[in-house]
Nanobody
Framework: QVQLVESGGGLVQAGGSLRLSCAASGRAFSNMSMGWFRQAPGKEREFVACITWSGRSTFHADSVKGRFTIARDNAKNTVSLQMNSLKPEDTAVYYC????????????????WGQGTQVTVSS
């Protein structure tokens, strides 16, 4: 089990950038894949990005590919999501999550979750 705390959300204009961070506690962090998900009002939680424990493999949803980048620092127990060229449709609560594998990239495969951080993109 890992405990996760997100930060870095906020209000930004369309075309702008934000960097989300997730701080993890627990010795299991470096052995776990880490993901970012988001949930907009009235919508289901959706996959955004995942990175394997080593950092060698990353996966990004088609909707964010080329704009968002997931990264991790195992020495600091952190994972980040750099978000560029933000669009109003990126507005959502963003969650950091941990799993043993990126696997199917489904939320049900992730057992530990942070409390979420709000990202709002104005047009």
């Amino acid at each position: 089990q890992v405990q996760l705390v997100e930060s870095g959300g906020g209000l930004v204009q369309a075309g702008g950038s934000l960097r989300l961070s997730c701080a993890a506690s627990g010795r299991a962090f470096s052995n776990m894949s880490m993901g970012w998900f988001r949930q907009a009002p009235g919508k289901e939680r959706e996959f955004v990005a995942c990175i394997t424990w080593s950092g060698r493999s990353t996966f990004h949803a088609d909707s964010v590919k080329g704009r968002f980048t997931i990264a991790r620092d195992n020495a600091k127990n952190t994972v980040s999501l750099q978000m560029n060229s933000l669009k109003p449709e990126d507005t959502a609560v963003y969650y950091c999550a941990a799993a043993y594998l990126c696997g199917t990239l489904s939320a049900k495969d992730f057992g530990s979750w942070g409390q979420g951080t709000q990202v709002t993109v104005s047009s």
